[in-house]
T-cell receptor, first 120, second 115 residues
Framework: DARVTQTPRHKVTEMGQEVTMRCQPI?????VFWYRQTMMQGLELLAY????????DSGMPKDRFSAEMPDATLATLKIQPSEPRDSAVYFC??????????????????FGQGTRLTVV | KQEVTQIPAALSVPEGENLVLNCSFT??????LQWFRQDPGKGLTSLLL?????REQTSGRLNASLDKSSGRSTLYIAASQPGDSATYLC??????????????FGTGTKLQVIP
């Protein structure tokens, strides 16, 4: 049963602490997306990778957020230092880009169950 | 800038009722539109994908329609069941114009089906 796996599922941390969220994409997928979901803003795209290379991270606050793919089986999203306004559910999604397509749309990707982050 | 609106934000219906969820978008230059469901504490599950050239898609008790010219899509759920209780999101993918196509999600309609 192929699925996107995110850890941890829940995280409570104090303001100023570093937070690292992990995602294991579906084996064979070549594109990974990071999303943030809040009640006020809905779903927002933070960053996406193709073949482990970051293609767009314009949705991410650069001063405190960073996203990486150390290898094809792991994507990480790090916040340092964390702030209360970062409290949200963070979703990872993976997909398979067709050669003629460039990048698959997030609507054609498979989502993980999310990491619920609370910064107090 | 594309804006996607879903009304109502919440809906409560008795079991067995047929219902319609609405999705409106401001820019009709779309490539496709997709409906998702999101269960509490879970990720998104794709329900139906409609290409811009299509008018509707059906899967079981679900039927999604698309009227690109008016910027609207509806998700019709027949004979609703308590298991249909979830938040339903629509997402719009724009026509490819080079680079990454940023998908815009609606804020969702939270559906509760009462037994």
């Amino acid at each position: 049963d192929a699925r996107v796996t995110q850890t941890p599922r829940h995280k409570v941390t104090e303001m100023g602490q570093e937070v690292t969220m992990r995602c294991q994409p579906i084996l064979g997928h070549n594109t990974v997306f990071w999303y943030r979901q809040t009640m006020m803003q809905g779903l927002e795209l933070l960053a996406y990778f193709r073949n482990r290379a970051p293609l767009d991270d314009s949705g991410m606050p650069k001063d405190r957020f960073s996203a990486e793919m150390p290898d094809a089986t792991l994507a990480t999203l790090k916040i340092q230092p964390s702030e209360p306004r970062d409290s949200a559910v963070y979703f990872c999604a993976s997909g398979l880009a067709k050669p003629w397509e460039g990048v698959p749309a997030p609507t054609e990707a498979f989502f993980g169950q999310g990491t619920r982050l609370t910064v107090v | 800038k594309q804006e996607v609106t879903q009304i109502p934000a919440a809906l409560s219906v008795p079991e067995g009722e047929n219902l319609v969820l609405n999705c409106s978008f401001t820019d009709s230059a779309i490539y496709n539109l997709q409906w998702f469901r999101q269960d509490p504490g879970k990720g998104l599950t794709s329900l139906l994908l409609i290409q811009s050239s299509q008018r509707e898609q059906t899967s079981g008790r679900l039927n999604a329609s698309l009227d690109k010219s008016s910027g609207r899509s509806t998700l019709y759920i027949a004979a609703s069941q308590p298991g249909d209780s979830a938040t339903y999101l629509c997402a719009v993918r724009p026509v490819y114009s080079g680079g990454y196509q940023k998908v815009t999600f609606g804020t969702g309609t939270k559906l509760q089906v009462i037994p």
